[in-house]
């Protein structure tokens, strides 16, 4: 579902706009640095930057990872799981919601890390577009950790199963160890959160779905396309992965229909350049019959409802007695979608946001997580905490808002990114970053079929490229 949402303005509360060029660390504070023994649940992207930081920061840390190696949702695995919908909890997890067909919808370049950026490789090797597959992503990540040397923070296969508080403020954190050695507990000053948010499922309300039937699935179990050959299949969603999806069944399928809540309820269109793919309003209906009616008056018989409708935070493992909740996807209360102020700094969230840049944005909130837990930097009472995260709130309902749409920043990226930056005594987005990436979002509405391949933005890139030279010729590479 698309809604418009209120003026970056009135998200930023209290944000300070810092308009930057590049990514050179400023002076900070002679204050002596403590450290801390920090868990960090998770080695996906997210996890790998938080361990970087904390480290660099001078804290011990610890990475669990449940599987056999790091990349998170980056590894790719054609494996699904046994309930299609996701949504039996006794159903084995697969962590991944890849499909094998997948690219990137962001140019390499504005993806990276500030100081380790995602570039070709110079020998021709490797997935050489600007809009890799998921592979070459991976691929960066695994040279992200060889250069830094974080694999000997991780330990792998090791299943975080509870993070519970202790009365000393400490944290208890038992994992389970899928070797059979048994579980583990351990005690942390602070456990930071990393394991993403592509894994439990939402599921689009259908009245009538009980007793239709046909088969329902989430674009979480979708690999290939094979499997849909000469079905009607109904799509439901407007995300990035369902214009990929629909795009890639109608290749096969009998016939494809596109379902979306952001249009009006008489829509009804073929899809320009395909002759089995149509776009529909919101479905009114599911029958017995097989049969589903959408709010524009069409009936299709499908064979299967597809749900691209996105995904809820899910935190099985963490005990906060009350403090942190859960409440229509919003994960609160959370000062800039980091600390709850009630357990602040000794618990935080890194990666939350979306419809944002995703690495450089953990990068942003690690290094102000490591700070904070160093003391280089100081956070606000907690009474100062609650009442800024209670007035966005606020902002968010006056606006009309739902609060699933609590983490979803869009254009006030930027300044959030900006704003933690500052934190950090470090320079903010870099011009191009930006303007790369408002450019790439016109073309994809203008090229949605090429928008990977054919681009105008030439100039910007040549900007990266001469910033990332700077970038790498200042990179400290040491793990300390």
């Given amino acids: 579902m698309d809604i418009e949402l209120p003026c970056a303005a009135n998200f930023i509360y209290n944000l300070k706009r810092t308009p930057t060029t590049h990514h050179f660390p400023m002076t900070k504070s002679l204050l002596p640095i403590q450290s801390r023994n920090v868990a960090v649940i998770g080695a996906g992207a997210a996890g790998l930057i938080a361990a970087r930081e904390l480290r660099r920061e001078g804290h011990r840390v610890v990475v669990l990872e449940k599987n056999s190696r790091i990349g998170g949702t980056w590894v790719y695995t054609p494996r699904v799981e046994s309930d299609p919908l996701g949504v039996d909890p006794n159903r084995a997890v697969i962590h991944t919601s890849l499909y094998s067909s997948l690219r990137t919808n962001l140019p390499r370049e504005v993806m990276g890390f500030t100081d380790y950026p995602f570039t070709a490789r110079d020998d021709g090797s490797g997935d050489q577009r600007r809009f890799p597959g998921h592979a070459e992503v991976l691929r960066y990540l695994e040279e992200f950790v060889s250069e830094f040397g974080i694999d000997e923070m991780v330990r792998f296969e090791s299943e975080v199963v509870n993070v519970g508080l202790m009365e000393n403020n400490k944290w208890k954190v038992k994992s389970k160890l899928r070797n059979g050695d048994g579980d583990c507990d351990e005690i942390y000053d602070a456990v930071v959160v990393c394991n993403g948010h592509y ?52 290749g096969v399928a009998k016939e494809v229909h ?122 606000p009472s907690q009474e100062e905490m609650m009442e800024d995260t209670k007035a966005f709130y606020s902002t968010l309902e006056a606006s009309g808002t739902p609060k699933r749409y609590t983490h979803n920043m869009g254009d006030y990226q930027f300044d959030y990114d900006n704003w933690l930056a500052e934190q950090c005594g470090y320079l903010g987005v870099e011009g191009w970053r930006k303007q790369m990436y408002n450019a790439v979002s016109k073309n994809r509405l203008t090229r949605p079929e090429t928008y990977r391949d054919e681009w105008d933005d030439h100039h910007l890139v040549l900007q990266a490229q001469e910033d990332f030279i700077k970038y790498t010729s200042n990179r400290v590479t040491s793990k300390y």
């Avoid at 840049?357 to 690690?366: D, R």
């Avoid at 290094?367 to 100081?378: H, R």
Wanted: with cysteine; glycine share 8%; aromatic share 10%.
């Fill in 258 to 379: 596109l379902v979306s809540r952001s249009v009006a309820d008489g829509t009804y269109e073929k899809q320009p350049g395909f002759d089995n793919m149509w776009l529909h309003s919101m479905i009114e209906s599911a029958h017995d019959s097989g049969a589903v009616v959408f709010r524009n008056g069409h009936t299709v018989h499908a064979d299967v409802i597809l749900h691209c409708t996105g995904y809820k935070y899910h935190f099985p493992f963490l005990e906060t007695n009350g403090i942190v909740t859960m409440d229509d996807n919003r994960v609160g209360p959370l000062y800039k979608h980091v600390f709850p102020p009630a357990l602040a700094p000794w618990l935080s969230f890194v990666g939350l946001p979306w419809k944002v840049i995703p690495f450089p944005l953990c990068e942003y909130q690690s290094k102000w997580i490591a700070g904070v837990l160093s003391g280089q930097i100081v956070l």
């Fill in 199 to 250: 894994t439990e499922p939402r599921i689009a309300e259908i009245p009538g779905i009980d007793v239709w039937p046909g088969k329902q699935m989430h674009s979480h179990n979708y690999r290939v396309p094979g499997p849909f050959r000469n079905q009607v299949i109904i799509l439901v969603g407007s995300s990035a992965s369902a214009v990929d999806i629909c795009r890639d069944l109608a």
